[in-house]
Nanobody, 122 residues
């Protein structure tokens, strides 16, 4: 079994940046795709992006591409989400999750972290 732990969230002003980490434990996640999702109050999980097991291909939500970047360091069993030019509408709880392949739908992700809060002020 694998556990995922997100960190790096916090309060940031609009236009600022944050780097979220998703640290896996229990087993290596190098063979998994890792996705990032976010959930704003009263809304369902929204796809942010995903990175393949090889780390060479990434996909992002259209509205986020160019601002958000996913990377991974398999030696640390960790995946990162770099968020730049943050906007108030980016405020949400951000989750990482693992899948057998890159997907935009949350139904394909088997394990989820507890999330980390990102709040972007105006």
């Amino acid at each position: 079994q694998v556990q995922l732990a997100e960190s790096g969230g916090g309060l940031v002003q609009a236009g600022g940046s944050l780097r979220l980490s998703c640290a896996a434990s229990g087993r290596t996640v190098s063979s998994y795709a890792v996705g990032w999702f976010r959930q704003a109050p009263g809304k369902d999980h929204e796809f942010v992006g995903t990175i393949t097991s090889g780390g060479r291909i990434t996909f992002y939500a259209d509205s986020l591409e160019g601002r958000f970047t996913i990377s991974r360091d398999d030696s640390k069993n960790t995946v990162y989400l770099q968020m730049n030019s943050l906007k108030p509408e980016d405020t949400a709880v951000y989750y990482c999750a693992i899948s057998r392949g890159p997907n935009r739908s949350k139904v394909f992700y088997e394990y989820w972290g507890q999330g980390t809060q990102v709040t972007v002020s105006s």
